[in-house]
């Protein structure tokens, strides 16, 4: 079943003439359409992509399957024109992704009762076909490639920034579109910081470095930290490593369908918090990844979303002691009935340069 006809069904469902999709990755995914001017109407039977000149020729060739409507210059023109045509009483909109601004002009333009909608394409994303876990595997490909760079790339006395910057120029010219977020390198009493974005601090000897970063390939992303050292980070910093590393692969060899994204971050938070670290790992386990860096299922002690095959969701455990430094590890894993698929190939053993 293809996805429109997904959606189609899902209206059925619940009873909804139509859904309106404005949202940039929602739209993407229905239509194939890449570019950035576009919505679309999805009825019972039909489903419309509406775009000006710029895009016509562009939306013909990625979104073929869905009939394509020019609109020169009332957007909201055409879709009550396709409201009219196909005796629409009730248009859903992606309430998320509607500002309220936007909200009031679909309410003086469209004659359909508007009715909020969450979740009818977000659900069916959650779970990747075949195509989109090999898009996501190359992703992580120039990612895992790009790390082993920057290993024979840092040196003593370089700042985060510049080390950020060869990363993603990197990935650009394995065939990266772009990066999945900005990177993070946090170095010395910085890795500390879970999101410390790549600031102008040099690194120094003994530094314990973590990056967290991932590209953008044919749409879709690719997350992976890692940490290292420069020189000798001293004892208790790795142990800590070999605490965080143990509880990565407690959660890689437990996760499978079936389970809660609660359950699986209980094995990770158990293990650090029986090593005397709980306080010091306040953010979640894990999230989906896919079109977007952070989407569903959650994976933390409130998720109680099963998991389910082909989800895709990241384990990133992590310490961070202030004043000392920290430790995040990071795969992304296709969940499977019988386990899961770690998408990620490197060794996890702490390297020290």
Known sequence: MSRVAKVQAALKEQKL??????????LRYISNFTGSAGLSVVTQDEAYFITDFRYTEQAGDQAGHMTIVEHKGDLYGEVEKIIKDNQLKTMGFEKNHVTYSTFETLGDKLSAELVPEEGIIEDLRLIKDEEEIQIIQKAIEITEQAYEHILGYVKEGMTEIEVANELDFFMRNKGASGVSFDTIVASGHRSAMPHGVASEKKIEKGDM???DFGCIYNGYVSDMTRTFALGDPGEELKNIYQIVLEANLKVTKAAKAGMTGAELDKIARDHITE?????????????????????????????????KENMIITNEPGIYVPGLGGVRIEDD?????DGN????????????L
Request: charged share 15%; proline share 2%.
């Open 17 to 26: 003439d139509a859904l309106m999709v404005s949202s940039a990755y929602n």
């Open 209 to 211: 470095i973590t990056i």
């Open 275 to 307: 090593a005397g670290y709980g306080d010091q790992f306040g953010h979640s386990l894990g999230h989906g990844i896919g079109l977007e860096i952070h989407e569903g299922p959650g994976v933390s002690h409130r998720s109680e979303t099963t998991l």
């Open 333 to 337: 894993l296709v969940i499977k009935e």
């Open 341 to 352: 698929q770690n998408l990620m190939t490197l060794s996890k053993d702490l390297v020290i």
